[in-house]
């Protein structure tokens, strides 16, 4: 369109141009068809020593057109200007094209059209301003060419810059800029010389032969500027384009790889082929809109570039990583530069893929790492870590309110199948249990295996529909399907064998507990399945509480070790049943609990024995009964003091020096210390608790059977463990006057300690008749609220005082009452 309207204003100014009527004086020596000839070989000539040089819109060229226009507005009539321009420049665009690079035909039509209409228009702007033709240069006919040299060229730079701006869609601003500056050295030549050469045609034409040289020398340096100027421009572009490959994924690297060759290039399309590591090919390219377009291409065998293209294999050690081609614009092939900019960049394109590709395995294995970190390896669930952050966020993703479900599963005697069949056929068990739950799991379920035989389902399909009990049905059934299912016979190691399974199933509404509090829920109740010795067990909340309870007991219990007012002893004289005297006094712990009020050992005692703190509690009775002890000592009372042990304080080897230890520091003799341990302690018969015991009566402390009766073993234990005496259980004692049998165990009993020995204390004695049916029997000794409860320990020692006074000065009391 452009090309078409700047045609016809060429043609049109060329017509009106010629119909000017000629003002050459009449004496010319010259014919007016050489001068004309002269007019079109100066404009030839101009055009034929053009230099080029690339933008980022395309090629720019430079020609000697300003001094050529000069010369010819000093040689031929004004009018013919636009006629000589034409054929001029038509005939030397026509032979380069010819010769050289092989134009299309509209394009030498719209360069001849554009420089035609700029001479026209330049020669109007001169001749406006002075009368050019035949006269000797004045300053101010120099002005007037310079005005028209300045039209010619802002039209021609216009024009070429429009029509850069239509090709390629860019703003017609930049390579305007771009073309004027690159002219401006040349222009100011130009003027200057076509100035010189008319300055000099008027002196005398011979002087023009002397003009070659110095021209020559001015080509040369508008080509130095020229290169020069492209030189900093290519490395500026080309440092801005390498560093844009400065990017972390393939498709990064690609993109700017083609829009940077674009540009550096002046391309007409650039394709960049990336060869994959899994041997794959891709190929980036840029369409028409600037946006970037990918396919996976064939690998691209040794396809020989085209007429106009560079190809250079891009290539990392001896990898080859891809393929870049450029393809450049007829108007400008590539040269040496190119080729070596082309290299440069391509090896720089070849290091930013390989780059890319590196950071991509990376991403993957750091991708597979935190695979690891969150997956199981054995069976591939997600470990505990992952199934809490990963419920949590599925608990948080559901409508609150939603049911869900969380399955607790523990593989029963999953420890016989590691330890008799080996670690492979427990690993095989596990990936069994595993895949059979992973086959049972509905999508949406989280399934994670939490640490050894431990499996946990969430279920957070619990359908919301029916009573408030529905959800909780849904997921018992659930569970004893999973039961079931996992049940069905399957070989281990060469032996069938079953996955059973307990199962703790909780259910809560999301938003109501994370994942954690649900796994402690569940866990409970898989505990309660165990206990029970069912498969599946809900969670039931009084069971919680009940073991949170102890859980914050055991803390409590800590500072209450510390603060020494809280735990205190009790203590219940046992006496003699003859005389009355006190035979001993047991110490009986009691919690003085600043929130709970007072706790009795049955309230606190099997968690702490089941405890840590077990050391310290028995160590703190042992010191507090001992330093009871002494105190009745110092008032002269020759008293034991009976302590409770727990069985388990008896497999502490250090125990006796402990003991041993406390009874140095409360000065008490170890003879008046009596522990009192369990008859199932004995009967372990455990190696350490007979070391424990026997040091124990080495160093002269007293033993005594606890609750003597209730075990269900013989009596033999005593004839391997040596004790000082035997507490006949209170059960006894309660059964005896109407149960024969009861009766003949505390006879035998009795008989037995009397054989052996031994003292034996009737414990519990609530009755007067219970103490005379005890006396008959042959008990020497009884404890019970009918002679005593259980004391403070500042009221011992006076009750000691007055029991020992009493049993002395009244001798035989109890034959007395009973006579
Ligand atoms: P135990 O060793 O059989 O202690 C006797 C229990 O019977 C005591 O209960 C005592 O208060 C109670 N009792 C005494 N006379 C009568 C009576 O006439 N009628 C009835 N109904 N009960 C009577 P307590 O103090 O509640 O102790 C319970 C158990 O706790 C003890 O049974 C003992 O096994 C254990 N225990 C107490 N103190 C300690 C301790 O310091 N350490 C350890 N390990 N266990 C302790
Ligand atoms: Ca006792
Ligand atoms: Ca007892």
């Not at 960049?272 to 041997?279: I, P, S, T």
């Not at 419920?391 to 993703?397: I, K, P, S, T």
């Not at 095989?428 to 499996?455: C, W, Y």
């Not at 209730?710 to 009596?715: D, M, N, Y």
């Amino acid at each position: 369109m452009l090309t078409l309207a700047v045609a016809l204003t060429a043609l049109a100014a060329t017509v009106v141009g010629l119909t000017v009527p000629a003002s050459l004086p009449p004496d010319d020596p010259i014919p007016a068809v050489a001068r004309f000839g002269l007019a079109v070989g100066a404009f030839a000539l101009a055009q034929l020593a053009r230099l080029r040089f690339r933008t980022a819109a395309g090629m720019v060229s430079i020609t000697w057109g300003e001094a050529a226009l000069i010369v010819c507005l000093y040689l031929v009539p004004a009018g013919w200007l636009p006629a000589a321009a034409l054929l001029g420049t038509g005939l030397a665009w026509t032979a380069m094209s010819v010769l050289a690079d092989r134009r299309p035909a509209v394009e030498i039509v719209r360069i001849t059209a554009s420089l035609t209409a700029a001479t026209a228009l330049a020669a109007t702007v001169a001749t406006a301003l002075g009368q050019p033709l035949l006269a000797a240069p004045t300053p101010g006919l120099a002005l007037a060419l310079a005005a028209g040299s300045v039209t010619y060229l802002l039209v021609t730079a216009w024009l070429g810059g429009a029509q850069l701006a239509l090709r390629h869609g860019v703003p017609m601003g930049p390579p305007l800029l771009v073309a004027l500056r690159g002219k401006l050295l040349m222009f100011v030549g130009n003027v200057a010389v076509g100035l010189v050469v008319v300055a000099l045609l008027e002196i005398d034409p011979r002087w023009l032969l002397l003009l070659p040289p110095p021209l020559w020398l001015l080509q040369q340096t508008y080509r130095h500027r020229l290169r020069a100027d492209q030189e900093r421009r290519t490395w500026r572009a080309f440092a801005d384009a390498t560093a844009a490959l400065n990017q972390l994924d393939e498709r990064g690297v690609a993109g700017a790889a083609v829009a940077g060759a674009l540009g550096l290039f002046g391309a007409e399309t650039v394709d960049v082929a990336v060869a994959r590591v899994d041997g794959s090919w891709w190929r980036y390219r840029m369409d028409a809109s600037g946006r970037l377009r990918d396919r996976a291409i064939d690998p691209p065998g040794r396809a020989e570039p085209g007429p106009h293209e560079l190809v250079r294999a891009l290539v990392v050690g001896d990898t080859t990583v891809g393929a870049l081609r450029v393809r450049f614009p007829r108007s400008g092939p590539p040269g040496e530069r190119e080729r070596d900019a082309l290299a440069a960049f391509g090896d720089a394109l070849a290091a930013a893929l390989h780059d890319a590709a590196t950071h991509a395995e990376l991403r993957l294995v750091t991708a597979q790492s935190s695979y690891d970190a969150v997956h199981d390896p054995l069976t591939g669930l997600v470990n505990r870590r992952a199934m809490l952050e990963r419920g949590d966020e599925a608990l948080r993703r559901l409508a609150h309110g939603q049911p869900v479900a969380l399955l607790l599963l523990d593989v029963n005697q999953f420890k016989e199948v590691n330890d008799t069949l080996g670690h492979a056929a427990g690993d095989q068990l596990l990936r069994l249990t595993a895949a059979r739950l992973g086959a049972i799991a509905r999508p949406g379920d989280l399934l994670g295996r939490l640490g050894g035989d431990e499996f946990a389902l969430l279920v957070t399909s619990v359908p919301a529909v029916g009573d408030r009990a529905a959800p909780l049905t849904y997921a018992l059934r659930t569970a004893r399907e999973i039961a079931e299912r996992l049940a069905a016979p399957t070989e281990v190691a060469g032996l069938r064998m079953s996955v059973e399974v307990a199962v703790g199933v909780v259910v809560a509404d999301a938003g109501a507990a994370d994942l954690t509090e649900l796994l402690r829920r569940a866990d409970i109740a898989m505990y309660q399945a165990k206990e029970g010795g069912g498969s599946v067990a809900a969670y039931d909340s009084a069971r919680d509480d009940a073991s949170t309870d102890q859980l914050a007991l055991l803390a409590e219990l800590r500072e209450a070790l510390a603060a020494d007012d809280q735990l205190v002893l009790a203590l219940q004289p046992a006496v003699d049943l003859a005389t009355g005297a006190p035979t001993g006094v047991e110490a009986l712990i009691r919690w003085r609990h600043p929130r709970r009020g007072l706790l009795n050992p049955a309230d606190f005692i099997r968690p702490v024995e089941n405890s840590e703190q077990l050391g310290a509690f028995t160590r703190y009775v042992l010191d507090k009964a001992l330093s009871v002890a002494a105190e009745w000592a110092r008032q002269g009372l020759d008293v034991p003091i009976s302590v409770n042990l727990s069985a388990r304080s008896l497999l502490d080897r250090s125990l006796p020096a402990e003991i041993a230890d406390a009874l140095r520091r409360h000065q008490v003799p170890p003879r008046r210390l009596v522990l009192e341990i369990t008859e199932t302690v004995v009967m372990s018969e455990l190696e350490v608790i007979d070391e424990v015991l026997a040091t124990l009566r080495s160093m002269g402390v007293q033993l005594a059977v606890d609750d003597f009766g209730t075990g269900f073993s013989s009596l033999t234990f005593l004839t391997r463990i040596a004790v000082d005496e035997l507490k006949v259980d209170r059960s006894f004692v309660i059964r005896m006057a109407d149960s024969p049998e009861a009766a003949a165990i505390v006879r035998t009993t009795v008989g037995l300690a009397h054989e052996l020995g031994l003292r034996v204390v009737a414990e519990g004695v609530e009755t007067a008749e219970q103490r005379l049916t005890l006396a008959e029997l042959g008990c020497t000794a009884a404890q019970g609220y009918h002679f005593f409860k259980p004391m403070p320990a500042d009221k011992i020692g006076a009750v000691l005082g007055t029991l020992r006074d009493s049993a002395a000065s009244n001798v035989f009391p109890l034959r007395a009452d009973g006579a």
